[in-house]
């Protein structure tokens, strides 16, 4: 089974610039885009509805053009939801869990923490993840969490860690919650195949260019239940496919 993850910094966006068509045909079995920027109801036929594809959105109700995820899947999903109970999680769309005959699925878009405030909600975000994945684990689910996590967890995961210590995206409350999840048994599958593998990332700032000097950020990320990992065949940052300041990532995993 070959899962993507992708923020696509406006959906509309990736298809008016022609990255689309090119991407969907990589033959993924489910794709999961973060920062969707789109109630469904403004995107075109064949990104409501793919061809061979079942769709699940979750939208903003905030605002338009803002946050939004999707999960296109070849397989029905048995259940789709989003955090229950959390309204004001589901009002900036940003988790969509679906769950199949053998595992469960969580695409989330983590908040960014700019401001003090938002770290906060980023923090009370983190734990609501971190205990629906708890819950489920104590179902015996098997567990994939996939996204934009937007934190960097170690030094070798950021071109400049020490221009960038203590702030959004590598303060050390965000670092010390991927902390919890590994301690948990998670496993964030790149740094697992990789452990030291430097200069792979995933994120660079448009503005300043730094897609082309390589100067980026390691923040979306597959997260898998521990015994899940003897069954992963292959894991791919695919650096070279554009549309996004951000790049997909792909597991290739065979789940029984």
């Not at 489920?136 to 567990?143: F, N, Q, S, V």
């Not at 996939?146 to 995206?169: F, W, Y």
């Not at 948990?184 to 700032?205: A, E, M, N, S």
């Amino acid at each position: 089974m070959r899962l993507s993850s992708w923020n696509v910094n406006g959906l509309r966006a990736v298809q008016r610039k022609g990255h689309w068509r090119p991407f969907i045909k990589k033959d993924f079995d489910i794709i999961s885009l973060q920062e969707t920027k789109a109630h469904p109801s403004q995107l075109s036929e064949e990104l409501q509805n793919p061809s061979g594809y079942f769709s699940y959105f979750n939208s903003s109700d905030l605002r338009k053009g803002y946050s939004g995820v999707v999960i296109y899947s070849k397989e029905k999903a048995l259940k789709s939801e989003k955090l229950k109970n959390l309204k004001i999680f589901d009002e900036e769309g940003r988790v969509l869990i679906l769950h199949f005959k053998k595992f469960v699925l969580i695409n989330a878009y983590f908040p960014m923490t700019g401001r003090d405030e938002r770290l906060s909600y980023k923090l009370e975000f983190n734990d609501a993840i971190l205990a629906k994945m708890e819950r489920l684990k104590k179902e015996g689910k098997k567990i994939i969490l996939c996204g934009d996590l937007n934190v960097a967890h170690e030094e070798i995961d950021l071109a400049r860690p020490k221009e960038n210590e203590g702030r959004a995206g590598f303060r050390p409350e965000e670092r010390a919650w991927l902390d919890e999840l590994v301690s948990l048994g998670y496993i964030d599958v790149f740094r697992h195949l990789y452990p030291r593998k430097k200069g792979i990332y995933t994120y660079w700032d448009l503005k300043t260019r730094a897609r082309e000097r390589n100067v980026g950020w390691r923040i979306d990320y597959f997260f898998i239940s521990p015994g899940l990992i003897k069954d992963v065949n292959k894991f791919e940052t695919l650096t070279n496919f554009y549309g996004s300041d951000h790049c997909p990532i792909l597991l290739d995993i065979n789940i029984q």
